[in-house]
Antibody
Framework: EVQLLESGGGLVQPGGSLRLSCAAS????????MHWVRQAPGKGLEWVSA????????FYADSVKGRFTISRDNSKDTVFLQINSLRAGDTAVYFC?????????????WGQGTLVTVSS | DIQMIQSPSSVSASVGDRVTITCRAS??????LAWYQQKPGKVPKLLIY???SLDSGVPSRFSGSGSGTDFTLTISSLQPEDSATYYC?????????FGQGTRLEIK
């Protein structure tokens, strides 16, 4: 069974940092682009970042560019999201997901998410 | 960035009704469009990919169509368990973008 398990969320003060992790299992991790998508409380889905299979290419939403860094460790089947200079607007559940197949661009499955709360 | 506009923002319909949700892209996305269903407190679930391909296990009452800039998600005969928020998503270009969501309520 394909599984994605996020961790690392929590309560952090404005300006603070967190490192989110997503541990993958049940598929050949190194063959898939990985993504982070977030959802603020009561709001819609917002794509955050993507990383290609080898980790050399990364992409970010404008809202997080320069503050967030995505990376991956294919030896540990894990993708990370380093989030710095946190703002109240970054408060959200952060989901880890992957492209459905190696040549499609839908997202499936999704992890359960990890909640990041930015508040003083 | 490609903007994805869904309509309506919310809809209320009865069991057995045919429901259509539309999604319009601000520029051509070919057929790089997916639809998701999200119920309160749950993770988004993939329904449709490639604009019209039904994901495995998704009931056949769901269907998708369109290409270029205009897309539709249709539920042919609404069931009580279809009450949810539906999102479209484009992946033709980065940044990937979602529609704002359509809340579907069962009367």
């Amino acid at each position: 069974e394909v599984q994605l398990l996020e961790s690392g969320g929590g309560l952090v003060q404005p300006g603070g940092s967190l490192r989110l992790s997503c541990a993958a299992s049940g598929f050949t991790f190194s063959n898939y682009w990985m993504h982070w998508v977030r959802q603020a409380p009561g709001k819609g889905l917002e794509w955050v970042s993507a990383i290609n299979t080898g980790g050399e290419r990364t992409f970010y939403a404008d809202s997080v560019k320069g503050r967030f860094t995505i990376s991956r460790d294919n030896s540990k089947d894990t993708v990370f999201l380093q989030i710095n200079s946190l703002r109240a607007g970054d408060t959200a559940v952060y989901f880890c997901t992957k492209y459905c197949t190696t040549n499609s661009r839908c997202f499936d499955p999704w992890g359960q998410g990890t909640l990041v709360t930015v508040s003083s | 960035d490609i903007q994805m506009i869904q309509s309506p923002s919310s809809v209320s319909a009865s069991v057995g009704d045919r429901v259509t949700i539309t999604c319009r892209a601000s520029q051509s996305i070919r057929n790089w469009l997916a639809w998701y269903q999200q119920k309160p407190g749950k993770v988004p679930k993939l329904l449709i990919y490639g604009a019209s391909s039904l994901d495995s296990g998704v009931p056949s009452r769901f269907s998708g169509s369109g290409s270029g800039t205009d897309f539709t998600l249709t539920i042919s005969s609404l069931q009580p368990e279809d009450s949810a928020t539906y999102y479209c998503q484009q992946a033709n270009n980065f940044p990937i973008t979602f529609g704002q969501g359509t809340r579907l309520e069962i009367k």
